[in-house]
């Protein structure tokens, strides 16, 4: 079935970049996302890439998507404290009904 | 402001008794949905719903139930049939036509069984 793995934690100084990767399974997803989740909070979207893009950069955001590979990563520049969370990488199905998520990266930054 | 909004944000049972969790939105979505997040497993789909009156088991539905008897509303109520239920409870909603697929999630609900 679909499925989408990405690393548990990361953990980075303040001022470093970070950069949190993924994989997923379904080659005809046409949106890959990122959201991102304070503690005891919901999910709020970060920034999504279409299918037929290779990268968006929105400020501090930088999204590569390489298909062939199913690979699909977040950069965030200068990382500062408030970027500690937990980050979910997703996709929407072929059928354009379901979202996958992974397990989601938990993000430490060190000041 | 227009979002979605889930009650309660805490929750504990006893053993053997069914809770439901309350889900309303006010974005005009037709699409409706509950995930499950557990530590370290991300969100797993419970039930899902893209019209009133019409809704469709996910990845893990059993001994959960849900309606859709409006638009607004998507109730899930946890029966005692779920053997493991402590979890976290999200409620979602989506636009379904002309855009991006994002969901919009409400703050969660933590249910504890005690």
């Known amino acids: 079935g679909e499925d989408v793995e990405q690393s548990l934690f990361l953990s980075v100084r303040e001022g470093d970049s970070s950069v949190i990767n993924c994989t997923y399974t379904?080659?005809?997803?046409?949106?890959l996302y990122w959201y991102k989740q304070e503690p005891g909070a919901g999910l709020q979207l970060l920034t999504y890439?279409?299918?037929?893009?290779d990268m968006k950069q929105d400020q501090r955001l930088t999204v590569l998507l390489n298909k062939k590979d199913k690979h699909l990563s977040l950069r965030i520049a200068d990382t500062q404290t408030g970027d500690s969370a937990i980050y979910f990488c997703?996709?929407?199905?072929?059928?354009?009904?379901?979202?996958?998520f992974g397990a989601g990266t938990r993000l430490f930054v060190k000041a | 402001d227009g979002g979605i909004t889930q009650s309660p944000k805490y929750l504990f049972r006893k053993e053997g008794q069914n809770v439901t969790l309350s889900c309303e939105q006010n974005?005009?979505?037709?699409?409706m949905y509950w995930y499950r997040q557990d530590p370290g497993q991300g969100l797993r789909l419970i039930y899902y719903?893209?019209?009133?009156?019409?809704?469709q088991k996910g990845d893990i539905a059993e001994g959960y139930s849900v309606s859709r008897e409006k638009k607004e509303s998507f109730p899930l109520t946890v029966t005692s049939a779920q053997k493991n239920p402590t979890a976290f409870y999200l409620c979602?909603?989506?636009?379904?036509?002309?855009?991006?697929?994002?969901?919009?999630f409400g703050e969660g609900s933590r249910l504890t069984v005690l």
């Open positions: 890439i279409f299918s037929n893009m």
């Open positions: 719903s893209q019209i009133v009156n019409d809704f």
């Open positions: 979602a909603s989506r636009g379904t036509s002309g855009n991006t697929g994002e969901l919009f």
């Open positions: 379904d080659s005809s997803s046409t949106y």
């Open positions: 997703a996709v929407l199905n072929t059928g354009g009904f379901k979202t996958i």
């Open positions: 974005l005009n979505h037709d699409a």
